[in-house]
């Protein structure tokens, strides 16, 4: 579903630079450029221009689409071969505080399921698409010892991770298998 909505955007971002009857025979190098070159200068909403990563994300959807037009023998050259690969830098990673933490903890709040996961988060490392998805049937305990082994949403890989005496109080009452530890509807009402 988010895959979805990210090329629906990315969609609607190409025709409002192209319109909506460009053809791949318009789609040169320097369409490509100028193409990248708007995405870069983009104004959103909010008044700002378009991330780095937000740029490079609707360009790779860009990309793929000339990578599947020449695959399919749509188009004969592929335009984005002699263009200068877009860098994108790292973002600046944020941490909470030990005193962030405790404060959080302390403070009263309207959503408390969305708090008691984000702790659950910090103190386990874990991403928000991995605790949001987490079910009892991912919890493991082993001689009083919990774990969660459980399969990375983003890379698909299966993990096992020991679970701090912390973490485990954020818990809750042991649910069903199949049940969903901190949102039990499955849909974020959040986002």
Not at 40 to 51: F, N, Q
Not at 58 to 83: C, D, G, R, W
């Amino acid at each position: 579903m988010v895959v979805y909505r990210s090329y629906k955007i990315a969609l609607k971002t190409f025709k409002d630079f192209a319109g909506v009857d460009t053809t791949f025979a318009e789609i040169t190098e320097g369409f490509c450029e100028k193409y990248l070159q708007y995405l870069k200068t983009k104004i959103t909403p909010k008044g700002t221009v378009l991330s780095k990563s937000t740029v490079n994300h609707y360009f790779h959807f860009f990309s793929a689409t000339i990578f599947q037009a020449v695959k399919e023998k749509i188009i004969t050259e592929n335009p984005l071969l002699l263009m200068e690969r877009l860098k994108v830098e790292e973002p600046e990673i944020v941490f909470l505080t030990l005193d962030e933490l405790k404060q959080l903890v302390n403070t009263e709040i309207k959503y408390t399921e969305l708090r008691r996961a984000f702790i659950f988060s910090c103190l386990t490392g874990l991403r928000w698409s991995d605790v949001y998805k987490l079910k009892w049937s991912e919890i493991q305990e082993n001689q009083g010892k919990y774990s969660i082994i459980y399969r990375q949403k983003k890379t698909k890989e299966i993990n096992y991770l020991p679970l701090p005496e912390q973490a485990i109080t954020y818990l809750g009452e042991r649910g069903l298998d199949d049940v969903s530890i901190f949102f039990y509807s499955n849909k974020n009402p959040y986002s």
